[in-house]
């Protein structure tokens, strides 16, 4: 079992940035892929962007391409999201996932509780 846990959600106005990041514990985390993924309300869950254990393979959802970068620490089993130029439309909770996969949430086998981004026009 790997535990997840998201942090640096908030609130922030049109053009501004957050960082957030998601710590995990448990099970060895060692070989998972990791996403981000996120819901708006009334809104299915979409996928934002992942990243291969080792690094080498990067994904980003269309809408998020050029504004946001995701990163892994493995030394300290961390995986963190840089927003830059947020936009109103990136307002939605953000859920960290562990699995085999990129895009598919169905690849995913671990969640954490999410956190809240707001993004003020």
């Known amino acids: 079992q790997v535990q997840l846990v998201e942090s640096g959600g908030g609130l922030v106005q049109a053009g501004g940035s957050l960082r957030l990041s998601c710590a995990a514990s448990?099970?060895?985390?060692?070989?998972?892929?990791m996403g981000w993924f996120r819901q708006a309300p009334g809104k299915e869950r979409e996928f934002v962007a992942a990243i291969s254990w080792t690094g080498g393979r990067i994904y980003y959802a269309d809408s998020v391409k050029g504004r946001f970068t995701i990163s892994r620490d493995n030394a300290k089993n961390t995986v963190s999201l840089q927003m830059n130029s947020l936009k109103p439309e990136d307002t939605a909770v953000y859920y960290c996932a562990a699995g085999s996969g990129y895009g598919s949430s169905s690849s995913y086998d671990y969640w954490g509780q999410g956190t809240q981004v707001t993004v003020s026009s």
């Open positions: 448990g099970r060895t985390f060692s070989g998972y892929a």
